[in-house]
């Protein structure tokens, strides 16, 4: 029962699993952290999993799974066509969302290359709560432009708004007559808006959307590799879903959408991903890239294990004493953290904690990559690997000037189930920390920039000396110390 996350009304996560299997970590001494952080191109992404103390990087395809997942891994049907373990995992897939079709795909992305292929026309418009970064490099590729169309709240850093990821319904009316039904490939609704904090999206938001594009004769598209959190946001903040069954809700959602595509490194807590739809036309338009692009029908590159990971991990993603975990960490370290002035994203969403280094960092400019900054010195001040999602992770725009993001976050991300609340701590008082020495962080800029999602690969310097300055001071402060 997820009303039991906190005990004798103190603001305390209480975790619905006991640990069977550990991954021991290693804290390096400061300098260590700093060297490590040097030869990483002070690019988070760029770090070695051996140098990291807390990996809150990312959720994907880290979370913990089952003792269920892994014995379902045992069964798996091995053979290139007509797998057993296929129909199986297509199966639980049907049960949850009511639809008819599904494609496998290696992972999120994969689904996007094959929807991008067959929606998106060369000067189409792909309407979204919000873009997440691979989404919008496939639709880009395909000659589509993103618009967002989320609320103006979503950037309301510290907000009470308990669904940030709605669409603005006008904003949503205004773009159809103003592009024409026929200009628009798309329209796609991300649960949990990953890149604005992990904000959920409301069914009434869903309900009034899909009406909209029925009427207007337009395809909805739901990304929900990031639906657990959102499912759970849905029950606690949408008194209808109060004593709903999770799986009447998952239902509705399948009735509202064309078009339903996961990742499943998040989505499952597994690894691969997959795309569902009733659509028949868009279904043979889309199968056909499967085998060329990913792998035969029935696998599509990914490892039949993993499928029947995935298939216990969605059944079990219909639990909230399953899909609390991760909301009720975040809320706990967002408190910790509001509590001692730190700003972070409000409310506390899914996936994890967001910072906002725009306040962090108030002294940097937008073009010093604030959040890449905070990343960096969060990594040297206790080992947490963060990741950037500002300004780094934005594209330059066709002139080659700098695309300013709307916001400057580093998110510490929660993976699923894989933390304790002392390790929660650990990354209050560290934090905390740094915010009471945040003048000491300086710039950053690139020195090698790629092209297409620049933040995975691109390496960066800092402006001055001002990693080493952290350092002393840390080691005024601490001591010998880790
Ligand atoms: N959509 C959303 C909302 C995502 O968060 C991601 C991945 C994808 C699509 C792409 O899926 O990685 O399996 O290809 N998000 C990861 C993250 C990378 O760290 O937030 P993928």
């Given at each position: 029962?997820?009303?039991l996350?906190?005990f004798?009304?103190?603001n305390?996560?209480?975790?619905m699993?006991k640990?069977?299997m550990?991954q021991?970590?290693n804290l ?6 700093l060297?490590?952080?040097s ?7 760029l770090l070695k ?5 807390l990996?809150?990087l990312?959720d ?11 014995a379902?891994?045992?069964?798996a ?5 007509g ?8 199966k639980?897939?049907?049960d949850i969302?009511?639809m008819k079709?599904f494609l ?11 929807f ?11 309407l979204t ?6 989404t919008?490099?496939?639709i880009a590729?395909?000659?589509g ?11 309301n850093?510290q907000?009470?708004?308990p669904?940030k990821g709605?669409i603005?319904i006008?904003?949503l ?9 026929d200009?628009i490939c798309?329209v ?6 990953n ?5 959920p999206?409301s ?9 909209i ?5 337009i395809k ?17 903040r949408?008194?209808?879903?109060k ?6 809700i998952?239902?509705e ?8 595509y996961?990742s499943?490194?998040k ?9 569902l739809?009733?659509?028949e ?19 599509g590159?990914?490892?039949v294990?993993?499928?029947e ?8 993603s ?7 975990q991760?909301p009720?960490f ?9 509590e001692?002035g ?19 960092c108030d002294h ?10 905070l990343?960096t010195?969060?990594?040297i001040?206790s ?12 594209a330059?725009?066709d ?15 929660f993976p699923k ?5 002392s390790?929660v701590?650990y ?12 003048s000491l962080i300086g710039g950053?800029e690139f ?9 995975f690969?691109g ?5 001055g000396d ?17």
């Amino acid at each position: 029962m997820h009303n039991l996350k906190f005990f004798s009304g103190e603001n305390v996560p209480l975790e619905m699993h006991k640990v069977r299997m550990v991954q021991k970590i290693n804290l390096l001494p400061i300098e260590k952290r700093l060297q490590s952080i040097s030869e990483a191109g002070f690019n988070t992404f760029l770090l070695k999993n051996l140098d990291i103390f807390l990996d809150m990087l990312t959720d994907s395809g880290v979370n913990a799974m089952s003792e269920m997942q892994y014995a379902a891994m045992l069964q798996a049907d091995d053979s290139y066509a007509g797998s057993e373990t296929y129909y199986r995992l297509e199966k639980v897939l049907a049960d949850i969302f009511g639809m008819k079709y599904f494609l496998p795909a290696h992972q999120g992305r994969a689904c996007e290359h094959i929807f991008s292929q067959v929606m998106v026309k060369p000067g189409t418009h792909a309407l979204t709560n919000y873009h997440f970064t691979t989404t919008k490099a496939h639709i880009a590729r395909m000659g589509g432009i993103v618009e967002e169309i989320i609320l103006d709240e979503a950037f309301n850093i510290q907000s009470s708004h308990p669904f940030k990821g709605d669409i603005d319904i006008n904003k949503l009316n205004e773009a159809i007559k103003k592009h024409g039904k026929d200009k628009i490939c798309f329209v796609r609704i991300e649960a949990g808006t990953n890149l604005i904090g992990g904000q959920p999206v409301s069914m009434k938001n869903m309900r009034e959307v899909s009406r909209i594009c029925r009427k207007e004769n337009i395809k909805l598209i739901f990304d929900a590799s990031l639906l657990t959190d959102n499912l759970y946001f849905n029950k606690i903040r949408e008194p209808e879903f109060k004593d709903t069954d999770i799986k009447n809700i998952t239902r509705e959602i399948g009735s509202l959408m064309d078009m339903i595509y996961f990742s499943s490194r998040k989505l499952g807590a597994a690894r691969g991903g997959g795309i569902l739809t009733s659509d028949e036309d868009l279904f043979i338009k889309m199968r056909e890239l499967v085998p060329l692009f990913e792998g035969f029908l029935t696998y599509g590159g990914m490892s039949v294990r993993e499928m029947e990971a995935m298939a216990v991990g969605l059944q079990e993603s219909l639990d909230m004493d399953v899909i609390s975990q991760t909301p009720i960490f975040v809320e706990a370290l967002c408190n910790e953290l509001v509590e001692r002035g730190i700003p972070v994203v409000t409310p506390p969403g899914g996936l994890g904690c967001h910072l906002d280094a725009k306040q962090f960092c108030d002294h940097l400019p937008q073009t010093d990559y604030p959040s890449g900054a905070l990343a960096t010195a969060i990594f040297i001040a206790s080992g947490i690997r963060g990741m950037e999602r500002g300004t780094i992770s934005e594209a330059r725009n066709d002139d080659g000037s700098e695309h300013l993001a709307n916001m400057e976050l580093v998110r510490l991300a929660f993976p699923k189930r894989v933390f304790t609340l002392s390790q929660v701590k650990y990354v209050v008082d560290r934090v905390t920390w740094l915010y009471k020495h945040r003048s000491l962080i300086g710039g950053l800029e690139f020195v090698e920039e790629p092209k297409v999602l620049r933040f995975f690969l691109g390496r960066l310097k800092p402006k001055g000396d001002w990693p080493q300055n952290l350092v002393k001071q840390f080691r005024k402060d601490f001591g010998d110390s880790l």
